[in-house]
């Protein structure tokens, strides 16, 4: 997909379930999303020194979980203007600010942050590697980023469920809640796509950074890559 395309088939489609979106996610994971971000913070090791970029930030989940391990500098970035709509009123309190962004040209100084995290996001950005160039470089040294995906499950059986899952109920429940066809199928499609052709370990290590890191949780359903500079 030409990357013109695909931030504008991004975009809209964010734009168009943003009112949805926390119910859906909850919904569909049956709640386990909560853990997997609890389980992500805590690996990262990030504390009230932390200065955290959270990219594709969606509504705020992932922001608000870091400010409840006591992550005191935080910063918001999307590609979607009505995700940060949400994210703003959802999340003000946690006393950081939200910039509308795509993730391959962030407009920040050098060395600004200590973390950068994205949950769910990195299959929807439309050039990977400068986009883990970019993190590299708004770094500072010994800064991390920790993210947060799904992936196919490598248990024959699990595997058949999470597909039987992802390409009928999901596209199904998600379509009837939120009237966007398209963007309930993109994400089966996304996830698939992404697991067959990404590797995030190696593109992590040659875009700079020199320790990655990988966990698998629930079966194999999500992986979570930290990756230091």
């Not at 997909?1 to 569909?28: A, C, G, P, W």
């Not at 309190?93 to 950068?116: M, Q, Y």
């Not at 429940?173 to 370990?201: C, H, M, N, Q, W």
Request: net charge positive; glycine share 6%.
């Amino acid at each position: 997909m030409e990357v013109t395309n695909k931030k504008s088939q991004v975009k809209r489609i964010f734009d168009s379930i943003s009112h949805r979106y926390d119910f859906l996610n909850h919904f569909l994971s049956v709640g386990v999303d909560v853990y997997w971000r609890k389980k992500a913070i805590r690996l990262s090791g990030m504390s009230d020194q932390t200065k955290l970029l959270d990219i594709a930030c969606g509504t705020g989940d992932f922001a608000i979980t870091a400010k409840k391990f006591g992550v005191q500098s935080i910063v918001g970035a999307d590609l979607s203007l009505n995700m940060l709509t949400f994210f703003k009123k959802k999340a003000d309190w946690i006393c950081g600010k939200a910039v509308e962004t795509v993730a391959e040209h962030l407009p920040f100084k050098d060395r600004s942050f200590t973390n950068i995290t994205v949950a769910f996001g990195v299959r929807n950005f439309y050039d990977i590697p400068q986009a883990f160039r970019s993190f590299h470089r708004i770094l500072s040294s010994g800064g991390k980023v920790t993210v947060l995906e799904f992936r196919l499950p490598e248990n024959f059986f699990v595997r058949n469920f999470y597909l039987f899952y992802f390409n009928k109920i999901l596209p199904f429940i998600g379509r009837i809640i939120s009237k966007d066809k398209e963007a309930y199928t993109y994400l089966p499609e996304s996830v698939g796509e992404f697991d067959r052709k990404v590797d995030l370990v190696a593109i992590l290590k040659t875009s700079g950074f020199s320790q990655v890191e990988k966990h698998s949780f629930t079966f194999g359903l999500v992986q979570v890559v930290i990756a230091e500079k």
